[in-house]
Nanobody, 124 residues
Framework: QVQLVESGGGLVQAGGSLRLSCAAS????????MAWFRQAPGKEREFVAA????????SYTDSVKGRFTVARDNAKNRVDLKMSSLKAEDTAVYYC?????????????????WGQGTQVTVSS
């Protein structure tokens, strides 16, 4: 089992940058594929980015490609989401998720463990 805690959210102007972090408990972090999802008010949760157990394989939803970068540090039990060129439509609660399952990882149903979320608000 793994517990996830996100941090790094906040208020930023359009065009700005933020880095979200997800700290994981436990000694088996490297056995989990990790992902970021987000949910805006009145909308369904959507996939943002995922990274494989080794960090060698990454995937992104089309709307964030070229702007967001996901990376993990297995020695520190952490996965980050670096966000740049932020837009108002990136405003959402961002969630970190973990799974021992296999790709594809672009569906929330593939993930067993979730953090509590961190709010990102982009002002236009």
């Amino acid at each position: 089992q793994v517990q996830l805690v996100e941090s790094g959210g906040g208020l930023v102007q359009a065009g700005g940058s933020l880095r979200l972090s997800c700290a994981a408990s436990g000694r088996t972090f490297s056995s989990y594929a990790m992902a970021w999802f987000r949910q805006a008010p009145g909308k369904e949760r959507e996939f943002v980015a995922a990274v494989s157990r080794s960090g060698g394989s990454k995937s992104y939803t089309d709307s964030v490609k070229g702007r967001f970068t996901v990376a993990r540090d297995n020695a520190k039990n952490r996965v980050d989401l670096k966000m740049s060129s932020l837009k108002a439509e990136d405003t959402a609660v961002y969630y970190c998720a973990a799974t021992k399952g296999f790709a594809p990882w672009n569906s929330g149903t593939a993930f067993d463990y979730w953090g509590q979320g961190t709010q990102v608000t982009v002002s236009s």
